[in-house]
């Protein structure tokens, strides 16, 4: 059996895989130290069990999960994390997972849980294996084809009849990512969340045309069901994508000579329509962001640094922070750590200089300047003034 293990620290990782590999030498383990690497290896191995970490930089645990669903309803899940909070334990049982186990994960629960899901996924796989391993390659062979023929590619002389028929009528449904990279993790997003919502309308399916774009194919139950379909999946990538985006459809097709041309016309609509920037997504990377700045302030902080750190332009990250929180990236730093020293200058007896680098300043000239501009004291005032306040109001 293939176990992947999702987490962002190592540590946990490799000692995951530690236990799995002494106690279970049979299963495989691979392990992804982001949710981009996890997507590669869901996607090029048959993975049976995954354990995720809930926050990771980009993307959540639980996110990775909920777009998973629809392409790897087979996999079982259990979700790890250090977050105690009863909300995320509550939407991964939602979201179907097996368990939600606490970091640091005892060896004794963390083995009784792979003894338990081994014999679940073993009894499955013996009813499903063959049948899975049938719709992965007659998807790939039919997602291949609809590229090709989108793009006016040779065929080859395959008959299309055996697919087209299922299709006598369809709408495409194209997807274009803002990116001059690959972008796999929006892909898969996209990918997934698109042949979710096609299921939930009529029958179809996706396919990736380039680095840029993906393809959907859907044959509705009923026609007024397409707006509906085109806002849900615009609501769902504003959520989970942290890259702009555009979505265009065409009117229903009877004629499947017409694709082609339907394809291109489509790509020449993309250049002058207005993309889709994320704001639900945007909000949620600048939440993650402020986590990040709250548990790194004393280590360097650069815009371009936490930026990195949810995958956002610098600049376009930059203007987010700002609507979310009221301030400039600069002055909300400024104030988390001023405030850090403060505490400090309060509550122990470290030396300045020691505060200073405590909460990110290595040169304690600069620090008193910043802490004097803050607040109107030097530290020492400030230290001193805060000690006889506490002298003239001692507690109960």
Request: net charge negative; glycine share 6%.
């Amino acid at each position: 059996m293939n176990i992947l293990v999702v987490d962002d620290e190592s540590v946990i990782r490799e000692g995951i895989e530690r236990t799995i590999h002494k106690n279970f030498p049979e299963h495989h383990v691979f392990q992804a130290a982001s949710p981009e690497e996890a997507v590669d290896l869901l996607t090029n191995y048959s993975i049976s069990l995954v354990l995720t970490d809930v926050l990771m930089p980009g993307m959540t645990g639980l996110e990775l999960m909920e777009v998973s669903r629809k392409r790897h309803a087979h996999i079982k899940w259990v979700v790890i994390s250090a977050y105690s909070e009863f909300a995320y334990a509550k939407e991964a049982i939602r979201l179907g997972a097996k368990d939600y186990l606490l970091k640091p994960i005892g060896k004794d629960i963390l083995i009784s849980k792979i003894e338990e899901l081994t014999e679940e996924i073993s009894q499955e796989n013996e009813r499903t294996q063959e049948t899975q391993l049938l719709k992965r390659n007659l998807r790939f062979l039919r997602e291949g084809l609809l590229a090709r023929w989108a793009s006016g590619l040779d065929l080859s002389g395959i008959d299309l009849a055996p697919i087209t028929s299922n299709y006598p009528h369809f709408h495409l449904i194209m997807v274009r990512l803002e990116s001059d990279s690959n972008r796999k993790l929006e892909h898969f997003i996209v990918e997934n969340v698109l042949s979710e919502l096609i299921d939930t309308v009529g029958k179809g399916f996706v396919a990736n045309m380039d680095t840029k774009s993906l393809l959907g194919l859907v044959t509705l139950h009923h026609e007024e069901g397409l707006n509906p379909l085109i806002e849900q999946l615009r609501r769902h990538l504003k959520r989970y994508l942290k890259i702009p985006f555009q979505v265009l459809y065409s009117d229903r097709i009877s004629d499947v000579d017409g694709v082609p041309l339907q394809v291109q016309q489509m790509y020449k609509n993309s250049a002058s329509q207005v993309y889709d920037h994320y704001a639900t997504g945007g909000e949620h990377a600048v939440n993650v962001s402020l986590q990040y700045i709250h548990t790194h302030y004393a280590a360097e902080l650069s815009l371009e640094k936490v930026a990195s750190v949810i995958y956002l332009n610098p600049v376009y990250f930059s203007q987010l922070f700002k609507q979310k929180t009221g301030k400039g990236f600069k002055t909300y730093i400024t104030d988390v750590r001023l405030e850090r020293a403060m505490g400090m200058l309060r509550d122990s007896e470290l030396k300045v200089s020691e505060v200073a680098e405590r909460v990110g300043y290595p040169d304690v000239r600069h620090f008193s300047q910043i802490f004097r501009k803050k607040t109107g004291l030097t530290p020492s005032e400030y230290r001193t003034h805060e000690s006889g306040s506490m002298e003239l109001n001692p507690q109960p």
